[in-house]
Each structure stands twice: as C-alpha cells, then as structure tokens.
C-alpha cells in the first residue's frame, strides 16, 4: 500500500500539429475545403486536450508541430516536435517525458480521438491499475495504435519499440505491439478506438460525443459540404 500511495501520477503526452488549413486532415478534402478541415482538426484537438485535462497526471505536454493557438487550455505544457518521421516523433515525445518527469509513466495519444473519455484512461492509469504493467496499448479500429504507454519511459526504449515501424498503415497496431511483446513488456490492453482520418470517421466520432466541440463543428458546416461523400 505505501508504494502505492508514493507511485508518481503519468505525464499525459498529445502529439499534434497546429490547425493550420492545408497542413492538417488533408484526406478531408474534399468533401470539406482546406479551411473547414483545419476547423475540425482544431475542435478535436481541443476536446482530446479538455478530456485529457480531467484525468490525473503530474505533467501534460503538447509535442507541437507549429505555434500554439487558443486551443491550448491552462495546465498544459508545449514542447517541440523533432524532424523526422512520425516513429521518430514519437519516440522523440517520450524523450520529453523522462527528460521532465523521469520517475513517472507516460501515456501518448494523438488528436484524432475527439471522442476520448477520460475515464478510459483514468481508471488504467491509477496507481493500483498500473501495478505490475509495463506499457498500454490502444489499437484504433483502422489497424493503427491511438494510446501507447510506458511505466518506465525513457527515449532508448521508445526508440526501441518505434523506430522502423510503418506508421499509417492497416498493420501498424500490430507491428507495435509486437515489438512490445518481443521486449518482454507486460502490456495492458485498452479498448479499441476510431481514428480521424476519413469522412465516415468523422461521422463516428461525433455521434460518439455528440456535446463536444468536434461534433458542434460538424454541425457547422455546410450541409450540402456535409453530406458529400
């Protein structure tokens, strides 16, 4: 009980890029124009950062690609995005983490969940939940990963685990975590999730959180511009 009661809360990490029309949710236009994709990229970045404000953690970080907008609510942190490729980045968020908060877990997820619960993550990641588990992995319904977490984070081991993994393919979740069993980690599974990435996913993931600022964009939007595709 007493190492319970000293177990560090995570640091919570978002790796994202800034709203900015043409560089986010490119595979939304058409039917949406560059302006409207970059709207609901912007909303379900700020729903992922105002759910994720609601589960405990020591340290939140955004791993930024661009400058920081009103998005941002208080309590977070903006670190930057290294070069490379998305495996590197990732790899590169967790470096942050042992950097900041050395002695503690950390959890990353994208901004392509606006639909995220906090209570998905928030009873995993408690300090009795976690005992005994070395890393979580959350497979998104398109054979890609939307969470991946680490007990004891440091960028070797992310390097490790994510560098040379396809990334944005059907068989990217399955690559992680199989390089997470190689590892010897015990892994816990969380559940399955809709990632961004296409008209019929935005469609999911708002009647999923139909009171969030991602579903109010949708309902923003053109209807005619809506109802394509």
């Given at each position: 009980?007493?190492?319970?009661?000293?177990?560090?809360?995570?640091?919570?990490?978002?790796?994202?890029?800034?709203?900015?029309?043409?560089?986010?949710?490119?595979?939304?236009?058409?039917?949406?124009?560059?302006?409207?994709a970059?709207?609901?990229?912007?909303?379900?970045?700020?729903?992922?950062?105002?759910?994720?404000?609601?589960?405990?953690?020591?340290?939140?970080?955004?791993?930024?690609?661009?400058?920081?907008?009103?998005w941002?609510?208080?309590?977070?942190?903006?670190?930057?995005?290294?070069?490379?490729?998305?495996?590197?980045?990732?790899?590169?968020?967790?470096?942050?983490?042992?950097?900041?908060?050395?002695?503690?877990?950390?959890?990353?997820?994208?901004?392509?969940?606006?639909?995220?619960?906090?209570?998905?993550?928030?009873?995993?990641?408690?300090?009795?939940?976690?005992?005994?588990v070395?890393?979580?992995?959350?497979?998104?319904t398109?054979?890609?990963?939307w969470?991946?977490?680490l007990?004891h984070?440091?960028?070797?081991?992310?390097?490790?685990?994510?560098?040379?993994?396809?990334?944005?393919?059907?068989?990217?979740?399955?690559?992680?975590?199989?390089?997470?069993?190689?590892?010897?980690?015990?892994?816990?599974?969380?559940?399955?999730?809709?990632?961004?990435?296409?008209?019929?996913?935005?469609?999911?993931?708002?009647?999923?959180?139909?009171?969030?600022?991602?579903?109010?964009?949708?309902?923003?939007?053109?209807?005619?511009?809506?109802?394509?595709?």
């Amino acid at each position: 009980m007493r190492a319970v009661l000293a177990a560090p809360p995570p640091t919570l990490l978002v790796i994202a890029k800034a709203p900015v029309p043409g560089r986010v949710k490119t595979r939304l236009t058409p039917p949406w124009t560059p302006e409207q994709a970059a709207a609901l990229a912007g909303a379900a970045l700020a729903d992922t950062l105002h759910t994720l404000s609601a589960v405990p953690a020591g340290r939140r970080l955004v791993v930024l690609d661009g400058p920081p907008g009103d998005w941002l609510p208080p309590g977070w942190e903006v670190v930057p995005q290294c070069d490379g490729g998305l495996d590197a980045r990732l790899a590169d968020a967790f470096a942050h983490a042992e950097r900041l908060a050395p002695d503690a877990p950390a959890l990353l997820v994208g901004m392509d969940t606006p639909h995220l619960r906090a209570e998905t993550l928030s009873a995993p990641l408690s300090a009795v939940a976690r005992t005994g588990v070395d890393a979580w992995y959350g497979p998104a319904t398109d054979g890609g990963f939307w969470a991946l977490g680490l007990a004891h984070p440091t960028g070797r081991l992310a390097r490790q685990l994510l560098l040379g993994v396809p990334m944005s393919t059907g068989g990217t979740g399955r690559a992680l975590l199989e390089r997470l069993t190689t590892a010897g980690l015990t892994v816990r599974h969380l559940p399955p999730m809709t990632d961004v990435d296409t008209h019929r996913d935005v469609r999911t993931a708002a009647a999923e959180a139909p009171d969030g600022r991602f579903a109010a964009c949708l309902r923003s939007l053109a209807p005619a511009q809506e109802a394509t595709g």
